[in-house]
Nanobody, 114 residues
Framework: QVQLVESGGGLVQAGGSLRLSCTAS????????MGWYRQAPGDQRVLVAI??????NYADSVKGRFTISRDNPKNTVYLQMNSLKPEDTAVYYC?????????WGQGTQVTVSS
């Protein structure tokens, strides 16, 4: 069993910052990829940022504002979100690929007020 626990969501004003965290029950050194997706009500789930073999990738809408990072001893991946916009409002999901299987976190709500 692989478990992902997310935290760090909340309500912030436009221009503010949040840091999301995702802690895995397996070592990050053993994963293929780990990243963040988001989904607003009525919309599809879309990629925000991912770290994998070959480096990191970001959605165009968050480039320059969001940063994905990892702390291997804590088995945790972070998403630092700066200069937040109301359009960033969504449920954010952590995702990992481990031994050929995709696992998702429970989701954490991010709400950005104007």
């Amino acid at each position: 069993q692989v478990q992902l626990v997310e935290s760090g969501g909340g309500l912030v004003q436009a221009g503010g910052s949040l840091r999301l965290s995702c802690t895995a029950s397996v070592s990050l050194s053993s994963i293929t990829s780990m990243g963040w997706y988001r989904q607003a009500p009525g919309d599809q789930r879309v990629l925000v940022a991912i770290t994998a073999l070959g480096g990191t990738n970001y959605a165009d809408s968050v480039k320059g504002r969001f940063t994905i990072s990892r702390d291997n001893p804590k088995n945790t991946v972070y998403l630092q979100m700066n200069s937040l916009k109301p359009e960033d409002t969504a449920v954010y999901y952590c995702r990992l690929n481990y031994r050929g299987t995709v696992y998702w976190g429970q989701g954490t709500q991010v709400t950005v007020s104007s």
